[in-house]
């Protein structure tokens, strides 16, 4: 199963110059590792969040986006009064659109939300939309975050950039056998990004694959979400294999060779077999 992956400069000349403290392994990639934030009077819910981050925050963002009137990120947000309904906060306000038939939120181009979803939002505000107390994390585990602030929904269920994040593989073993492509996997900016979250990579982000001779055999390239896939449903060479992501003049590689090409199941919001958590891009 995967093992850390160490960072290295290319061998081409002109990778040489770049600065040496690019050098640095995987472990140093950043001054620390994120940690949880404390609960405070303006945290949220840990289940209220959820579905705010899966369902709203790609237009409710902070900046908003496509026409959205304000953001729906943290308890403040929610409590501020709307400019467009006076006497009403946003949080009552997302409440009405959420049962709005006529022009509901999200809005028709998007998944609705399930009743529960819709249930839980509506109970929390109508008990005065109280402070989160989701607590520490447990032990061992860190933080998980959306930089794109962008997650896929259930209306792209037959597009490659479906599921980021998600163990892709064993997932079309099991419903779609015919596109279980054997190397099937996503590349993220850091290593603890949330199940679902879209990953845009680099323009130039590529994924190696390595024969057990360091030859490099595929060249696969991230979509826009992130994942990339090789188009045979078995490799074309001798298995073991190694990995390495190429973007921006430098080099994320595997330590150890691997046998299975379905690289999200190690690979994991939190880090499985002994991964440091998602695949990341130099």
Same mark, same amino acid.
């Given at each position: ?194 199940? /679902? ?15 057990? /001779? ?69």
């Amino acid at each position: 199963m995967p093992t850390p992956w160490k960072s290295s400069l290319s061998s081409s000349p002109w990778k040489r110059l770049l600065p040496l403290g690019l050098l640095l392994p995987w472990v140093a990639c950043g001054d620390s590792e994120p940690t949880a934030p404390d609960p405070g009077p303006n945290a949220l819910p840990c289940d209220v969040k959820d579905v705010l981050a899966r369902r709203c925050a790609q237009c409710h963002a902070s900046p908003p986006t496509s026409g959205a009137p304000a953001p729906l990120l943290s308890r403040a947000d929610l409590q501020k009064g709307s400019s467009l309904y006076p006497g009403t906060t946003w949080g009552e306000r997302s409440v009405a659109r959420m049962k709005d038939s006529g022009a509901p939120m999200p809005p028709t181009s998007e998944p609705s939300l399930t009743h529960e979803e819709r249930d839980l939002i509506e109970h929390w505000v109508q008990a005065g939309m109280p402070a989160g107390s989701c607590g520490a994390l447990p032990s061992g585990q860190v933080a998980t975050s959306c930089g794109s602030g962008s997650f896929w929904t259930d209306s792209a269920q037959t597009s490659a950039t479906m599921a980021p994040g998600l163990a892709c593989r064993d997932c079309h073993l099991r419903l779609a056998p015919d596109r279980a492509y054997f190397f099937m996997g996503t590349v993220f900016p850091s290593f603890h990004e949330k199940d /679902a979250c879209n990953a845009p990579p680099p323009a130039d982000a590529r994924v190696e694959i390595l024969d057990s /001779a360091g030859r490099v055999q595929l060249t696969l390239t991230p979509n826009a979400a992130g994942n990339f896939l090789s188009a045979g449903l078995q490799p074309a060479f001798a298995l073991p294999y190694r990995a390495r992501v190429t973007a921006q003049g430098r080099v994320r590689e595997m330590n150890t060779l691997q046998r299975s090409g379905d690289c999200n199941t190690c690979h994991t919001e939190q880090g499985n077999h002994d991964a440091p958590g998602r695949i990341v891009w130099p």
